[in-house]
């Protein structure tokens, strides 16, 4: 008997519907993702706020015995740490960008869901680390960008530091992982029509802060691996007993710390662009000089970072550089500033909540870049920095700039992510609870700072003046508390009873809106065609707008466009979830946790499911590109593969991490004390497996003609060539590292030893993550499907191999060549 | 009145209170304000932050005014008649506002290097007076190469005369703050950094380490004493002389006190001129005359010296200082010998 056909659904599932527990743990869907992210976000938001409290009421009046110094110095830092690692990072990158930068240039997904999903899950793990100190020892207590030498070991003996250098070093795998799915996506997956120039703002400033993030991740991922290495392995990198000076640390933190705050910053800035021009009824104001504002500050923002630095004697010629280009990077800001007034003057505004909050955002991100520029001045900023004036600025800038962004996109996306509209009075309530808390907080940092007011202090003296605005601070905080206490009662309350959201509740002017709320899972029935900028307002009312302003008068609405129209769910393929992020994710979390109790077993435990997972998520289905299954045929805007053009970002990253290491070594060879030094290299040994390496290089290009041509057979000899010298290498390598070893070089003897063994160490881990991936290709080639799809894929471990050893040239010539100059 | 302009009145009002309340607090001088410099250094910073508040204070005012300009009067509300302009640009005021910000930033930026190099002296001053400080978990070391002083927590300088200051560190980073004698200078260990300045009004200004340094971070204080050149001379030659011998002690609780003091593990931390070498902790030879204790966070009161030496943990979490389980006389006696160390 033939089965009755199952009949299609009236409605379209959307994308919260369906799957269980079970579909949650495995979505690679990128609206599912954000809400995880949303939901980690908002759980962490009022933990370090209950931070801050404490913190204040233990501020509240002097010598006070509320919180023990040792809590309160835990309070400081995890308060620091949890709003920009926890909450404004996931929420901007994590949240708003996963979920509606697809939509607004019209992709289906990102470039790697599963990827994607990676980064949730790698991102929860890193999270819980950082607050294992619960349980084991105590949380983190030095301080958010952690000073050496405070954290040797020797000076914070506890697993405190621990858990935060581990959960920093897995939360940068996170943000570095999103960091290259968005970049691909935006420059390989914007639907037809969407050139750079008619991208939303918020797209623009996603794909500047992407690049930012990609650059700016490797110092501080290499300032932590040193200090895992001083604390864990008897290292000595931040040590000036060995020669070392834990300045080290404050420029490779500040080389990212400096992009970071920018990081934040620009996302805020995106999304505030794009809430002021809807809710003005008027484009955005200076669109070009917008989109090469956001270009122009993140350039500038690696070259500012020693205006963290003023204090600790760089000398005047240093000094005056980065108070110079921290002075110019006012100047792109302040073209934003105005161009946001310029936007709203002479519009049509609809006051929302989501409106209050940008306009609110706009003064308060002014008064925060008006103290910034007082910071710039390098001889005011000793006075300043340190005390509680710089705490007024970083918190006007990021509270006031960013989390107020934050607040508007709350308000603004939230009808499209969930499909129900938050409370407006609430919200306005909101809104001013959060003006005045806000203000009453930080403002008088200002004066206590100018008053001579020291940060991190966890008690103060009497008789000093500082008393009665310390209190109106912690009065004012409990304003703000009780802000943030609404908006939670109004995100739960609409959830439940909240009106159902229309597709366009704003009348919106970009590609979201043009879909339902919330979406279904595949997003778009019919990828858009892009006209324009403001891509869905030319949609709904022409080029010119004029059409709309008739209809606007005349109180028509504009007609439903095709990519609104349902589609039943089953005539769109959409990627099938995966188990193997959360797998990897967890692996990760074995590794640190061995790492922090010093179990060997356990990391190898960590390792081992770590690599098997990827492996296995290679095997899985291919990665997603537009309509079709097949990557060959993933149309791409750009015209270069996805995974081409996700490789070369990552090769980017890699440079910069590479220089990192580089340059540290470098440094500290000229400040080398005592122990064997230099001299114990021994070039011709190390020419032979020098040869070695770049010989298999050439044995890569070989096994990629091979399959090119369709020649299985070829290619696996040569692949088998590359892996056999890529061995030989290796093998030579570790004899050196032993040879040293016996002849008394160790990573705890003195700094050439440290930066050697690190240096040439990390480029041979590299070179066994190499030679597992060619291996693999080299098992996988034997299956029949591999014939269809895989040129590419070798061309993709070339790619890698290749900069390995071109990585490889500059080592050998900078550590062992090198030596042969005399004076080197 | 125009309904929608209550708002910004509202604003307005606001921000003047503030302002007041501002200037009326600036008027009382708290004493670690920087708003009351008492030195060439921070008399030049302190003009240069004026100047730059005055150029903040104006582009914040264009920035409000234009804000509210552009939300309250030049604008229409969604529902009323008008329709909305769709101007998009304007190359003029597009210029404006880049070169604008930017010549007032060169207006900054000139006497900012300025006072960034006139402030930096690679040398020290002719005839500067030089002294070490060094840095420790939680209190300051200060010697006096010239007179051969070594004391703690309390500086003393004269007016009128360059003071260079050499940082050093034993342990962690720390940063050496007097806000009325200028900007602050981080203490790093494995370099030597320079603080130079003159001050020029006597009194006694307070300090505070200002980098995060560990457990009592907030309770590394210090006190600068500023001076005559005779007072100053005065100070030199009472820390130049021997503490008084056990049989000239002022009191007999004093001479009983020297020898609990010479009997106990006290020995080997602190050092008293003729009495002992330790070096770990402060320098405890001219005790008495220092008017606090404990790096500045209680006043130098017998009092306070007994609570201090019972249990050093409670006041100063993290010290290395241990309870030494002294009560009773042995107590008094030792807390009177270390008061009669003037």
Known sequence: MAAQPKPLPTEPQNYLQGGGLIGWLTTIDHKRVAVLYAVASFVFMAVGGLEAMLIRMQLWSPDNHLISAALYNQLFTMHGTTMIFLVVMPLEVGFFANFVLPLQIGARDVAF??????????????????????????????????YANLTERYFSPGLNLDFWVVGLLILGTSTVLSGLNFFVTIVTMRARGMTFMRMPMFTWAMLVTVVLILIAFPPLTVGLIFLTLDRFFGAHFYQSAYGATPILWQHLFWLFGHPEVYIMA????????????????????????????????????????????????????????????????????????????????????????????????????TIGGLSGIMHASAPIDLQQTDSYFVVAHFHYVLFGGSMFAILSGIYYWWPKVTGRMLNEPLGKLQFWLTIIGFNGTFFPMHILGMWGMPRRIYTYGAGLGWTHLNQLETLSAFILGLAFLAMYINLIWSTRAGEAAPADPWDGRSLEWSIASPPPAYNFAKVPEVRGRDAFWVMKYGRAGSRGIAMFMAGQTPPVPESQQALPAESIHMPAPSIFPLVVALGIGLMGSGLVIGEWRIIAIGVLTVIASVIAMGFEYPSYGQ?????????????????????????????????????????????????????ILEIPLTSISTFALLMSSLAMVLALSAIQRNDKTWMRAWLGCTIALGLVFLGVEAYEFTHFYHEGLSMQTDLFGQSFYTLVGFHGFHVTIGIIWLSTIWFASFSKKFGKLRSLSVELAGLYWHFVDIVWVIIFTLVYLMQQVKGA | ???????????????????????????????????????????????????????????????????ILAIFVFSTRVGEAAAPSSVASDLGLEVAWTLGPALVLLMISIPTVRTIFRSQPRIAPQGSLEIKVIAHQ??????????????????????????????????????????????????????????????????TYLGQCAEFCGLSHANMRFRVMVETPDQFAMWEKAQQAAPLAADKAVSPSAADGAEVFANSPCTSCHRIDGVSKGYIGPDLSHFGARTTLAAGIMPNTPDNVAKWVTDPETLKPGVLMPKLGLSGKQLDDLVAYLESLK
Not at chain 1, 309 to 317: D, K, L, S
Not at chain 2, 183 to 202: F, H, S, Y
Request: charged share 10%; aromatic share 14%.
């Open chain 1, 113 to 146: 869901p599963r990827i994607n999903a990676l980064s949730f899950w790698v991102f929860l793990v890193g999270a819980i680390f950082l607050h294992l100190g619960w349980l084991w020892g105590g949380l983190p207590d030095a301080g958010w960008f952690g």
């Open chain 1, 266 to 365: 620009l996302p805020a800035f995106g999304m505030i662009s794009e809430v002021v021009p809807v809710f003005s009824r008027k484009p955005l104001f200076g669109y070009p000089m917008m989109a090469y504002s956001l270009v122009l500050i993140a350039f500038l923002s690696y070259g500012v970072w020693g205006h963290h630095m003023f204090a600790t004697g760089m000398g005047p010629v240093a000094d005056s550089a980065f108070a110079i280009t921290s002075m110019l990077i006012a100047i792109p800001t302040g073209i934003k500033i105005f161009s946001w007034i310029a936007t709203v003057w002479g519009g049509s505004l609809r006051m929302t909540t989501a409106f209050y909050f940008a306009l609110g955002m706009i003064l308060e991100f």
């Open chain 1, 627 to 679: 309509e079709s299954h097949d990557p060959q045929a993933a149309p791409s805007s750009g015209g270069i593969d996805i995974r081409k053009v996700g490789l070369w970002a990552f090769l980017g990253n890699e440079c910069v991490f590479f220089a990192s290491l580089i340059s540290t070594y470098i440094v500290y060879k000229s400040r080398n004390l005592g122990g064997p030094g230099a001299d």
């Open chain 2, 1 to 67: 009145m125009n309904r929608r302009l209550v708002p910004a009145r509202i604003a307005v009002a606001i921000a003047m209170l503030s302002a007041f309340i501002s200037g009326c607090a600036a008027r009382h001088e708290p004493p670690m304000t920087t708003l009351a410099p008492k030195s060439d250094l921070a008399q030049w910073i302190y003009s240069l932050f004026l100047e730059v508040t005055l150029w903040d204070a104006g582009i914040f005012a264009i920035v409000v005014a234009a804000f």
């Open chain 2, 138 to 203: 939680w209190w300051w070391e200060f010697q006096y190469a010239q007179s051969g002083i070594t004391t703690a927590n309390e500086l003393h300088l004269p007016i009128g005369r360059q003071i260079r200051l050499n940082l050093e560190s034993g342990d962690v980073i720390h940063s050496f703050w007097v806000p009325q004698l200028g900007g602050k200078r981080d203490v790093v260990p494995g370099q030597i950094n320079e603080l130079t300045l003159e001050a020029n009004v006597p009194g």
